[in-house]
Each structure stands twice: as C-alpha cells, then as structure tokens.
T-cell receptor
Framework: EAQVTQNPRYLITVTGKKLTVTCSQN?????MSWYRQDPGLGLRQIYY???????DKGDVPEGYKVSRKEKRNFPLILESPSPNQTSLYFC?????????????FGQGTRLTVV | GENVEQHPSTLSVQEGDSAVIKCTYS??????FPWYKQELGKGPQLIID?????GEKKDQRIAVTLNKTAKHFSLHITETQPEDSAVYFC???????????FGSGTRLSIRP
C-alpha cells in the first residue's frame, strides 16, 4: 500500500531532551516536507526537500533540523525541544520536484513538550 | 511571499444544503490552488485542485472556482452529506514553485 509513515504517533517529552520523528514514504517520491498544525494557523511548513541531500527552510524552521540521506526517509529532529513546539506534525511527499503536484500526508505526530 | 486567507473558520450547514468556503491569496504569480480535506485523526487529503488556466473545475458534488483578477478562489460542496464533516484547507503554490502555503482551515459540520 502506497503511504507515508510517521513515528511515533504520540510523544510526550521534557524540555531540552533531543528527539527525532521519523518519516518514510514507499512511493519513490522526490519531494518531501514537514508541517506543523496549530489551531487557527493552519498548516505551516517547517522544512522541505526537493531530492536526496537537498533541503531548505520553510516558513517556521527555528528549532528544527532535517536530513535527507535516502530518498524514502526524511526525519525531523528537535535538538532541544521547548513547550512552544507542542503541536501536531505532518510529513508529506509529492511525486516530483517542486510543490505543483498532490501532496500525500502521513497520519500525524502529536508532540507535547512539558 | 505568498499569504492565503480562508473564511469562515467554522461552518455548519443542514444536510442536503450547499457549503461554500472562500480563500484569497496575495501573490499574483501563483498558478496552482489545491484543496485538502482533513478528517478527524488523519492527515489532509487532496480533494480537488485548479490551475490558473481555468476558471472552474468540478468533480461530482465538489467544485472550485478561481478569479485571478480578484485573487480569490472558492470551494463549493453541493448536496452535503454527513461524511463531508471535516476540516478543509485551501492552499496556493508559492511563486518559487517550491512550497504550498495553506489557509487557516474551515471546520465544516453537517447537521442531520
């Protein structure tokens, strides 16, 4: 089944404890991205990747890191999480470079930082 | 950069009636406008999209209209059904063509 898989689905952590949210897609898509969803703010892009080893900042990149060593994986790293990073996170992938095609979203990761 | 505004934030309609969600965008160079539906506990899913070379697109009970001069586009759902209850997001492609900018979302509720 074609899908984007995020793990974990739920995570509660403490301020300052490094964490990684994994994202994997099995559709051989070139473009991948991370969003956070907050009430009243919609989906805001954190980072995106046009292809392997190519990443760029989205609209809210502060406090986050990403890497794209393989085409299928695009992990989101929070080196020192803070309470304002409590949010619902989505990974997405698209078939071709650029964003002019359908984005396929994962199920989401609900992160709470206390 | 691109900015997308979406209204209303919540919408409640009687089953069988129509629902309309409106969005405006700021970048006149934008040429791709997708709409996503997010059901409870799931990720957003594309339901329809429109490119700037057309003014309207339909898919069964769903239609999207685009007015490039006024820089606004709308989602129309006719004959609403309970399964249409969800959060809907409009979006516009940034002029760099590297990212999609989303609106703030509309929570649609269908009353039985």
């Amino acid at each position: 089944e074609a899908q984007v898989t995020q793990n974990p689905r739920y995570l509660i952590t403490v301020t300052g404890k490094k964490l990684t949210v994994t994202c994997s897609q099995n559709m051989n898509h070139e473009y991948m991205s991370w969003y956070r969803q907050d009430p009243g703010l919609g989906l805001r892009q954190i980072y995106y990747s046009m292809n392997v080893e190519v990443t760029d900042k989205g609209d809210v990149p502060e406090g986050y890191k990403v890497s794209r060593k393989e085409k299928r994986n695009f992990p989101l790293i929070l080196e020192s999480p803070s309470p304002n990073q409590t949010s619902l996170y989505f990974c997405a992938s698209s078939p071709r470079q650029g964003a002019r095609t359908e984005a396929f979203f994962g199920q989401g990761t609900r992160l709470t930082v206390v | 950069g691109e900015n997308v505004e979406q209204h209303p934030s919540t919408l409640s309609v009687q089953e069988g009636d129509s629902a309309v969600i409106k969005c405006t965008y700021s970048d006149s160079a934008s040429n791709y406008f997708p709409w996503y539906k997010q059901e409870l506990g799931k990720g957003p899913q594309l339901i329809i999209d429109i490119r700037s070379n057309v003014g309207e697109k339909k898919d069964q009970r769903i239609a999207v209209t685009l007015n490039k001069t006024a820089k606004h586009f709308s989602l129309h759902i006719t004959e609403t059904q309970p399964e249409d209850s969800a959060v809907y997001f409009c979006a516009a492609l940034d002029s760099s063509a590297s990212k999609i900018i989303f609106g703030s979302g509309t929570r649609l509720s269908i009353r039985p």
